[in-house]
């Protein structure tokens, strides 16, 4: 799950965007295996409540990183979060697009190929 936010962001309104997202994508939330964001976002404590209680890593990029991608975004937010997504899963395009939420943050999801064992 890629995440970029303005400063301020509350713990409600991240847990509705996150709801609201994987009822949208057809996804459950216990299905998310990381969470990835912009370095400069290290210091907000939402993102380590989120990381928590998905039981999910956090990963943090520089943007040197998130910025060199070849990817035609539609703006900051929703650039920063689908690439994060994306180094986050280790694949070359997002499965869900970015989708804003009350005008301060943004999520992505990127989906990593099954291995099936054999």
């Known amino acids: 799950l890629g995440v970029a936010s303005r400063r301020e962001l509350h ?3 991240l847990n509705e965007a996150l709801r609201l997202f994987c009822r ?51 703006g900051k937010m929703a650039g920063t979060c689908a690439v994060a997504a994306i180094l986050a899963a280790g694949v070359k395009a997002v499965e869900v697009d970015s989708t804003p939420f009350f005008g301060k943050l943004c999520l992505a999801l990127a989906r990593r190929p099954v291995q099936l064992p054999k």
Do not use: W
């Not at 990963?59 to 539609?74: A, K, S």
């Open 24 to 74: 949208k994508a057809g996804y459950s939330q216990q299905s998310i295996m990381a969470v990835a964001a912009s370095a400069r976002r290290r210091s907000l404590a939402v993102l380590d409540d989120l990381a928590d209680r998905l039981k999910a890593p956090l990963l943090f990029y520089e943007d040197h990183i998130l910025n060199r991608t070849p990817l035609g975004q539609p």
């Open 11 to 13: 713990d409600e309104e």
